[in-house]
């Protein structure tokens, strides 16, 4: 496996600390298949490398993430190696379109959320809808004060992002209010509601993030893996993967909805209601 990437960069910022950085910016780090492909391969090295005790996700420029790409064209699976059990990608109807997204978003971000070591996101901007699926599977999440979370997507007539841990995340109350109104929740309200934890200036949020990383790398790593995984395992046992499962189906529900009304997997419409209210 190489450490070249297109969409990603990985560094090595300090002693047992990897960094996977969003390298996107000029598209506000849009997701396409590439992006999500080799940022999995950077988590897979950082996992594999010995050094490495805790893993920092990061991104350039002024937003962590806009979610997926709704530019991109269709990918073809072929192009990309992928890491799970699914297949018939290329199959008619919605047993390809689910398959990739199964492979994809919720498998790759499954597979994130069990890395054996501890995960750091450093987050700026707007993390919107998609973007969620890559700080969500994180342990910790240190934000800059502009930073903030909304999935609008139910504008698309769909039920949310495909990772669907909004309740675990937010709360029920405040996932449906997300989810219901769209609306974008700001530093101070994540920070109140637990969502993160820690927020800090835009300018010391490398510094800040770096800092902690730096702080729990001292710790062993067996001891960090066994803690990791007894908090994993108590929010599996609130039923953390039935759940994500659950949503996962209703969301391709959504999907082949808007395929047969509209001919595509999201309702177009949407985009003039998030444009207009962004
Ligand atoms: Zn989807």
Redesign the pocket.
């Given at each position: 496996m190489t450490d070249n990437f297109e969409r990603v960069r990985y560094e090595m910022p300090s002693e047992g600390v990897a960094r996977i950085v969003l390298a996107r910016p000029e598209a506000a780090n849009a997701q396409d298949y590439l992006m999500l492909s080799e940022l999995n391969d950077a988590f897979d090295l950082a996992a594999a490398d010995e050094g490495v005790r805790v893993i920092i996700l990061a991104a350039d420029g002024k937003h962590f993430s806009s979610g997926h790409d709704l530019s991109a064209s269709s990918p073809n699976m072929d192009d990309f190696p992928t890491v799970g059990t699914q297949c018939h990608f290329n199959a008619p109807g919605a047993e390809g379109y689910m398959a990739r997204?199964a492979e994809m978003?919720l498998g790759l971000c499954w597979r994130w959320r069990n890395l054996p070591k501890p995960t750091i996101a450093q987050v700026q901007g707007k993390v919107i809808a998609g973007g969620l699926m890559l700080v969500w599977p994180m342990d910790m999440i240190v934000a800059a004060e502009n930073v903030t979370f909304s999935d609008p997507v139910v504008a698309f007539n769909?039920n949310g992002c495909?990772y669907f841990v909004h309740p675990f995340e937010a709360g029920s109350r405040l996932a449906k209010e997300m989810l219901f109104t769209g609306r974008a929740i700001g530093a101070d309200e994540l920070l109140q509601r637990g969502m993160v934890n820690q927020v800090v200036p835009e300018n010391d949020l490398e510094q800040a993030t770096l800092e902690l990383a730096a702080h729990i790398a001292k710790r062993p790593m067996f001891g960090l893996t066994l803690a990791k995984q007894s908090v994993n395992q108590a929010l599996d046992a609130m039923g953390m993967y039935n759940s994500l499962q659950s949503a996962f189906s209703l969301?391709h529900v959504g999907?082949s909805n808007n395929k047969e009304v509209h001919g595509m997997?999201i309702d177009p419409a949407g985009l003039k209601i998030v444009r207009d209210e962004a």
């Open positions: 997204e978003y769909v495909e969301h999907h997997l």
